[in-house]
């Protein structure tokens, strides 16, 4: 393919050659991510065992992996981060306040909603013996996560005034709100905030943490070994050990695990998904709602055709959302509604399922002048399935009028030139699964620039007012209203919610019960 | 005596090329669309949050005074730490290099015996084997790398189950600490250099075997592996090593095909993420390193090709 022939064409050109030699295979994507493999019967490898060492492969972020999971951006950062140290709590649909927490015992709001009380949970101690307390909590928070880049702590800087957590006593942190907000729980129990001890600055080997496991080695880019930390809070891991190893490519985490070097393999393809459904030894444990990655569309309402309210409509009427869960994602997926953060408690469930209507689509473009259109529709293969869902979205497009037309980005370009990125008239995208309400406070309101010229301010409002309101019910209905409008008049076709497709050998268990899936956590899990 | 100057100059050379291509990759990287910003804060970040980070990665600097400040600092070893994770680039390339060049070597260590042999037969038989020869290394030749890999690893590793599917290293070890493990990215690059070498060595094996000076040296008596040895190979030998060591330069950095598919802890792939977060202090350590050792091996074939020039003169 086109790597070979281009070292190829590049030695004949001797020494100027070598810069472009060197840079030559990094600038050109690898062309090896997704093909077909050919099936492994079932047969030989590794039995299930009890107790135990876990291994388990993820994606990883190659030789910039870090154990300071303030600074490393890839989900085994986090991941890793998971199993080392405590967390603040994760979200539970069935815990009482929405939440199962970790080391604390509970969160107080304030009347007026202006400040969270954390209980730190006694007992809690790190693995040198001394006990967790609201100095660690504080440090961990005010310190280490106020400094963050990292969006995931950017949403908890976005509504709480880090900077101005105070410790009351040794249980008690008093995190002040930055704006009066109801729903401030699911922000810092959203399984992401770990608990480091008070004055650690250089994440090592060997320092003393309160998670289920003690990490015995971490080389970046291979892999990081743990063993069972036996005086963990709550309850003691099943597991004698866990492994998190690094295996970039799709093919190869699968097969990794089909041939027994792994038990457990993290965010699939689709592609390598489907060719391990005959596998007798391996079971597809897709992540269930709301860990749920969006695949959507943003239609840049600063750009003619969008800016008309119809137009827009047309679009999200056009997508086949059901042949795209059944083409692109062979069933493993579900059906979205043009709203983000479906499956979390403030997502608007209530409002009627878009329907795939070419034909009123057809109608609504004539109307508005723009049948016959052009659109380029740009994306990247940032994450599985995006390309294809673009290409899927744009014959969809076609049967509606509109003579659309695909442009795939070089992997990273996408989201990296971000200035060319805002200015798209149509961008395919992901969303992340994040609380609905605060997170289009964080990155939709205000006519932010990924927003893509949305700006409401009536919507930011009423969102606004929503998550300032205590009672529930009054608060569920502020916040269907704001999403009816975004639903209604919004810039954004989201036609399908993608699971993370997991794979486990036979046997391995539990590791869905500690919640917070897509960064899959190893406390509960065993060998079988 | 005369190598040695020769190697000093070709290494003066060399240094001030390194000069100037590290300044040339520098500048690829600035007009690469795009910052860092993005993979650093997320897709979402505000202007302001932008702007922030942006100067804490220190973008917000020309490309020159950024270019200067990491010469200074090149100079004194210190490549800078990147921008996603903000590691050691050094400590990177230091971890990852050693994997690379070792496959590079190995590759090196399968190919040029079975070159020569290959390229020795089929160059001074002539005839049905050499075309049988000749007709699959260019049909291997014309088959990319990943569907190689794919082959070899239904055969060898699903199939057979002889090597692993994945080239895992034991956390802290080295690819050394499991040799079966090297196997089959060894051999998927080797199938690709082995075809190109076995062609170039066997064009010139036949022009030396057809010259007067081995035609004389046959009608002395002179036959069969003497002749191969003594007469053709050093004469034919001078191309055939320069190609390789060009080929086997480019493979440290860019095996990444291999590296993704066998999952091998090699450098290229480090460039290839590198490139795709924009981590400019990560592309330019890496880049310039890669380009050291390319300059670095292609020395090293320049002083082959002349040792075996100035016997064959002297063979005359």
């Not at chain 1, 690898?30 to 077909?36: G, I, K, R, S």
């Amino acid at each position: 393919m086109s790597r070979q022939f281009d070292r190829r064409a590049f030695l004949r050109r001797g020494a100027a050659g070598a810069a472009a030699l060197a840079v030559g295979p990094g600038l050109l994507a690898a062309c090896a991510t997704d093909e077909p493999r050919p099936g492994r019967k079932p047969g030989a490898g590794s039995p299930p065992r009890s107790g135990g060492t876990l291994r388990a492969a993820f994606v990883g972020g190659g030789a910039s992996e870090t154990l300071d999971f303030f600074k490393g951006p890839s989900a085994l950062d986090l991941v890793r981060a998971r199993a080392w140290h405590g967390t603040l709590g994760n979200l539970d649909p069935e815990g009482p306040d929405g939440v199962r927490y970790g080391v604390l015992k509970g969160i107080d709001v304030s009347d007026d909603l202006s400040a969270y009380t954390l209980h730190v949970r006694p007992g809690v101690r790190f693995t040198d013996g001394s006990e967790l307390t609201s100095a660690d909590i504080l440090h961990s928070l005010g310190a280490l996560a106020a400094r963050s880049t990292l969006p995931v702590y950017r949403l908890a800087a976005a509504n709480f005034d880090l900077a101005r957590a105070k410790a009351d006593g040794d249980l008690k942190v008093v995190l002040p709100t930055l704006r009066p907000i109801a729903d401030g729980r699911m922000i810092l129990c959203q399984g992401n905030f770990l608990v480091v001890k008070d004055g650690t600055k250089n994440f090592r080997e060997g320092m003393p943490s309160c998670g289920p496991f003690r990490l015995t080695g971490f080389t970046a880019g291979q892999g990081s070994a743990f063993e069972r930390y036996d005086d963990h809070y709550g309850h003691v891991p099943h597991l004698d050990g866990l492994e998190l190893r690094s295996i970039a490519d799709s093919t190869a985490r699968a097969g990794a695990l089909t041939s027994g070097e792994t038990d457990f393999a993290h965010d699939l393809s689709p592609v390598t998904a489907r060719t391990l459904a005959d596998d007798g030894k391996v079971r597809l444990v897709p992540t269930k709602s709301p860990y749920l990655v969006g695949l959507s569309f943003q239609m840049n309402m600063n750009t003619e055709p969008f800016a008309d309210p119809r137009v827009r409509e047309a679009f999200k009427l056009a997508a086949d959302r059901e042949a795209m869960v059944k083409t692109v994602f062979y069933g493993n997926a579900e059906i979205g509604n043009d709203l983000p953060s479906m499956g979390f408690p403030d997502y608007a469930e209530g409002l009627p399922q878009r329907a795939h209507d070419p034909e009123r689509a057809r109608k609504l473009l004539k109307e508005a002048g723009a049948d016959g259109m052009r659109i380029q529709l740009t994306t990247g293969p940032e994450t599985p399935g995006m390309v294809e869902m673009a290409t899927l979205f744009a014959e969809d497009l076609k049967k509606a009028g509109v003579r659309a037309s695909v442009r795939e980005l070089p992997a990273g370009q996408l989201y990296a030139d971000f200035a060319a990125y805002a200015a798209l008239p149509l961008a395919g995208s992901y969303q992340m699964p994040i609380p609905a309400l605060s997170t289009y406070q964080m990155n939709t309101a205000g006519g932010s620039p990924s927003a893509f010229g949305w700006k409401q301010a009536e919507t930011d409002a009423l969102v606004a007012k929503a998550r300032a309101e205590s009672d529930r019910a009054e608060a569920k209905k502020l916040g269907t209203r704001a999403q009816r409008s975004r639903w209604e008049e919004g810039n954004q076709v989201l036609p399908v919610f993608k699971p993370n497709l997991n794979a486990q050998a036979e046997g391995v268990g539990g590791i869905g019960d500690d919640l917070f899936e897509q960064f899959p956590g190893f406390s509960q899990a065993s060998l079988g | 005596m005369r190598v040695i100057a020769f190697a000093g100059r070709r290494l003066a050379g060399a240094a001030v090329l390194l000069v100037l291509l590290s300044g040339v990759i520098f500048a690829a990287t600035a007009v690469l669309p795009g910052d860092a910003v993005s993979a650093v804060a997320g897709v979402d970040a505000s202007e302001a949050q932008r702007a922030d980070v942006r100067a804490g990665l220190g973008l917000d600097r020309s490309a020159a005074e950024r270019y200067a400040s990491w010469v200074a600092g090149a100079v004194r070893g210190d490549l800078g730490n990147g921008f996603v994770g903000d590691r050691p680039v050094t400590e990177v390339v230091a971890t990852r290099l050693p994997n690379s060049l070792l496959l590079a070597g190995l590759t090196l260590a399968v190919t040029v015996p079975l070159a020569t042999l290959l390229g020795l037969w089929t160059g001074l038989r002539g005839g049905g084997a050499d075309r049988l020869v000749a007709t699959g290394a260019q049909v291997i030749a014309a088959i990319p790398e990943f569907v190689i890999a794919a082959l070899l690893v239904a055969v060898l590793a699903v199939g057979l189950e002889v090597f692993p599917r994945v080239s895992l290293v034991p956390l802290g070890g080295t690819p050394l600490d499991v040799p079966r493990a090297l196997v089959l990215p060894v051999l998927t690059l080797s199938a690709v250099g082995l075809t190109v070498a076995t062609r170039l060595l066997r064009v010139s094996v036949a022009d030396a075997a057809a010259t007067p000076y081995c035609e004389a040296a046959r009608l002395n008596g002179v036959r069969g592996t003497r002749l191969a040895a003594r007469h053709i190979l050093p004469n034919a030998a001078g191309p055939a090593v320069q190609a390789l060591t060009l080929t086997t330069g480019a493979l440290v950095g860019s095996a990444v095909v291999v590296e993704n598919v066998f999952d091998y802890p090699g450098i290229g792939r480090e460039l290839q993420l590198a490139v795709a977060a924009r981590d400019i202090p990560m592309v330019q350590g890496i880049a310039t390193t890669l380009v050291a050792v390319m300059l670095a091996v292609l020395l090293l074939g320049d002083i082959c090709a002349r040792a075996l020039g100035a016997r064959e003169r002297h063979g005359r």
